[in-house]
């Protein structure tokens, strides 16, 4: 390809050819493999492929579990990222280092620890059930504490850059003024950093909605109760490929429904 | 896929022919089976073979030392999808018959595939059956934590049939992808019981307790082995199946629990 020698790109206006193959390459390697699903999917038995049980049950836990992680993540996730930001404390380096771990760990050593923690035997989860009765693994919230772990750190650390960059001067401003600590964060501090919470928020649930290591290692598989739509798709493909390739579309559409609309939501305020 | 396994076999050929440590000449077993072989096998086996076919690989280099056995483990479907697809390899061992079959109907092996071992199903519990589990019945237990291999699985879909034959409709609370992460959930005692293969229980070196399951409630899975039929190297590849159900190759299974067909 070559660049026409005149036109309304002036020389720094030009896109460079090369990066623009390299972007449309780039591009490929995301959409190639969506369109080889696209060619698998047997379309007309798509309806009752989609009004399955297996498929409605999946895609119920998928959505209360994925929003129930997105909420805990944004209660405690908050918080957590307040504090690496602005509290001075011996070993914030390291604190900071164990939250976002769970980005770098293979989700399946992820539910594996949550399991030796939390599980029945675990070191907490041991006297949890003795004390209660309380089973998380094999739950539904045992699902839900499995997608918060793997998630979660995609709000705080999105949130903690938006606290620490933000100019603090109009923090000092409003308590000269007279605003109280709560009125400050709530007034100001939040505003500020709304794009970037939002932000994190959309990456958390959609970390969330496609958790599967995890939630496999830690919540087991069982329709209705633990298996969400990642799961579904599993185990689909080893006895039925006509449902996963449905299950499978079904979730490239949520995604991308909620990725795009929210992107251009976000896009905008920022 | 079946260009990208022609590359790879006509350098597997090229490497196996340029390999100056596999000349035949320096080759000095005496035992019939070792005269002339030389070169590299490449056996694709279901991961439940693995240790025994890592014994098996030892003894038949010993055997003959002009071989290099390198073993190719993994789901019998994916090996099987890899055979069809046009991967390089001389045999093929799949953990059950409807893998082997496909392969076959493919056109893909060049012996009429035999059955070399089987595999029974056992219940395993963690070590001190806090649940005390002592039969199938206790699978329809709403009390207990079970757990199965899911439907579609080889494994899955044994238990089920030995759980029918048995008459019983088991309370289910996980379908596990494989037999390895269902045994690792009972190992550290999140669940009370679940069926694997005896194999499993016996490799498991004691960190699960096997249960046995009555000979008219319990499941045979047959192990079949063939040559394939684009092997690049088919002489060893008789030879290295005529081992395997030889008597040395059947005590070696024997050890981690298989019983000879």
Redesign the interface.
Same mark, same amino acid.
């Given at each position: 390809m070559r660049d026409r020698p005149a036109g309304r790109h002036t020389a720094a206006g030009r896109p460079p050819a090369l990066l623009i193959a390299l972007a449309c390459l780039g591009l490929a390697l995301f959409v190639v493999p969506f369109i080889g699903l696209l060619g698998r999917v047997p379309w007309s038995e798509l309806p009752g492929l989609l009004t399955s049980p297996t498929a409605t049950d999946a895609l119920r836990l998928s959505i209360v579990s994925s929003l129930a992680a997105t909420a805990i993540a944004l209660v405690l996730g908050v918080p957590l990222a307040w504090l690496l930001a602005r509290i001075e404390f011996p070993g914030r380096a390291l604190v900071r280092g164990i939250v976002t771990l769970p980005l770098v760990l293979p989700p399946v050593v992820g539910g594996a620890v949550l399991l030796f923690a939390l599980g029945r035997r675990g070191m907490v989860g041991g006297p949890l059930y003795r004390a209660t009765g309380l089973l998380l693994p094999f739950s539904t919230a045992g699902v839900v504490l499995a997608t918060t772990f793997v998630a979660m750190p995609f709000l705080v650390i999105t949130v903690e850059g938006a606290l620490r960059n933000m100019d603090r001067r109009y923090e000092g401003a409003a308590a000269s003024l007279g605003a109280g600590r709560w009125t400050v964060m709530r007034r100001v501090t939040l505003p500020m950093v709304a794009p970037s919470l939002v932000a994190g928020m959309v990456l958390t649930w959609a970390r969330a909605f496609g958790e599967f290591g995890a939630t496999i290692t830690f919540a087991g598989n069982l329709q209705g109760r633990t298996q969400t739509l990642p799961l579904a798709v599993y185990v689909a493909l080893e006895s039925d490929r006509d449902t996963a390739v449905a299950i499978s579309l079904l979730m490239v559409a949520v995604s991308l429904a909620v990725l795009v609309s929210l992107r251009d939501w976000w896009g905008r305020s920022t | 896929m079946r260009v990208l396994g022609l590359i790879a076999a006509t350098a597997l050929l090229l490497a196996a022919c340029g390999d100056p440590g596999a000349t035949p000449a320096l080759s000095s077993s005496t035992t019939a089976l070792a005269s002339g072989l030389d070169g590299e096998l490449l056996v694709s086996a279901a991961a439940s073979l693995t240790d025994a076919f890592a014994d098996i690989e030892t003894a038949f280099e010993h055997a003959n030392p002009g071989v290099d056995v390198v073993l190719n483990l993994g789901g019998s479907?994916s090996l099987r999808e890899q055979i069809i697809e046009g991967a390089p390899a001389d045999v093929f061992a799949s953990a059950n018959m409807a893998n082997m079959d496909d392969v076959r109907t493919a056109g893909e092996v060049a012996t009429e595939p035999r059955v070399f071992a089987a595999n029974l199903l056992q219940i395993a519990v963690p070590a001190g059956n806090p649940g005390g589990v002592t039969g199938l019945e206790d699978f329809g237990r709403g009390d207990l934590?079970i !757990?199965l291999c899911? %439907? !579609?699985?080889p494994c899955g879909d044994f238990a089920r049939e030995a759980l029918r034959k048995a008459g019983v409709d088991p309370a289910?609370?996980?379908? %596990?992808?494989d037999v390895r992460?269902l045994l690792t959930?009972i190992e550290? !005692? %999140?669940l009370d019981a679940g069926i694997t293969y005896v194999t499993d229980v016996v490799t498991s070196g004691g960190a699960v307790e096997g249960i046995e399951i009555p000979a008219e409630q319990n499941v045979t899975a047959d192990y079949p082995i063939a040559v394939l039929a684009n092997a690049p190297n088919p002489v060893v590849a008789e030879t290295f199946v005529a081992f395997v159900l030889s008597a040395e190759g059947q005590a070696i299974l024997e050890q981690y629990g298989f019983a000879s067909p």
């Amino acid at each position: 390809m070559r660049d026409r020698p005149a036109g309304r790109h002036t020389a720094a206006g030009r896109p460079p050819a090369l990066l623009i193959a390299l972007a449309c390459l780039g591009l490929a390697l995301f959409v190639v493999p969506f369109i080889g699903l696209l060619g698998r999917v047997p379309w007309s038995e798509l309806p009752g492929l989609l009004t399955s049980p297996t498929a409605t049950d999946a895609l119920r836990l998928s959505i209360v579990s994925s929003l129930a992680a997105t909420a805990i993540a944004l209660v405690l996730g908050v918080p957590l990222a307040w504090l690496l930001a602005r509290i001075e404390f011996p070993g914030r380096a390291l604190v900071r280092g164990i939250v976002t771990l769970p980005l770098v760990l293979p989700p399946v050593v992820g539910g594996a620890v949550l399991l030796f923690a939390l599980g029945r035997r675990g070191m907490v989860g041991g006297p949890l059930y003795r004390a209660t009765g309380l089973l998380l693994p094999f739950s539904t919230a045992g699902v839900v504490l499995a997608t918060t772990f793997v998630a979660m750190p995609f709000l705080v650390i999105t949130v903690e850059g938006a606290l620490r960059n933000m100019d603090r001067r109009y923090e000092g401003a409003a308590a000269s003024l007279g605003a109280g600590r709560w009125t400050v964060m709530r007034r100001v501090t939040l505003p500020m950093v709304a794009p970037s919470l939002v932000a994190g928020m959309v990456l958390t649930w959609a970390r969330a909605f496609g958790e599967f290591g995890a939630t496999i290692t830690f919540a087991g598989n069982l329709q209705g109760r633990t298996q969400t739509l990642p799961l579904a798709v599993y185990v689909a493909l080893e006895s039925d490929r006509d449902t996963a390739v449905a299950i499978s579309l079904l979730m490239v559409a949520v995604s991308l429904a909620v990725l795009v609309s929210l992107r251009d939501w976000w896009g905008r305020s920022t | 896929m079946r260009v990208l396994g022609l590359i790879a076999a006509t350098a597997l050929l090229l490497a196996a022919c340029g390999d100056p440590g596999a000349t035949p000449a320096l080759s000095s077993s005496t035992t019939a089976l070792a005269s002339g072989l030389d070169g590299e096998l490449l056996v694709s086996a279901a991961a439940s073979l693995t240790d025994a076919f890592a014994d098996i690989e030892t003894a038949f280099e010993h055997a003959n030392p002009g071989v290099d056995v390198v073993l190719n483990l993994g789901g019998s479907s994916s090996l099987r999808e890899q055979i069809i697809e046009g991967a390089p390899a001389d045999v093929f061992a799949s953990a059950n018959m409807a893998n082997m079959d496909d392969v076959r109907t493919a056109g893909e092996v060049a012996t009429e595939p035999r059955v070399f071992a089987a595999n029974l199903l056992q219940i395993a519990v963690p070590a001190g059956n806090p649940g005390g589990v002592t039969g199938l019945e206790d699978f329809g237990r709403g009390d207990l934590l079970i !757990g199965l291999c899911a %439907e !579609g699985v080889p494994c899955g879909d044994f238990a089920r049939e030995a759980l029918r034959k048995a008459g019983v409709d088991p309370a289910v609370d996980t379908n %596990e992808p494989d037999v390895r992460a269902l045994l690792t959930k009972i190992e550290i !005692g %999140e669940l009370d019981a679940g069926i694997t293969y005896v194999t499993d229980v016996v490799t498991s070196g004691g960190a699960v307790e096997g249960i046995e399951i009555p000979a008219e409630q319990n499941v045979t899975a047959d192990y079949p082995i063939a040559v394939l039929a684009n092997a690049p190297n088919p002489v060893v590849a008789e030879t290295f199946v005529a081992f395997v159900l030889s008597a040395e190759g059947q005590a070696i299974l024997e050890q981690y629990g298989f019983a000879s067909p």
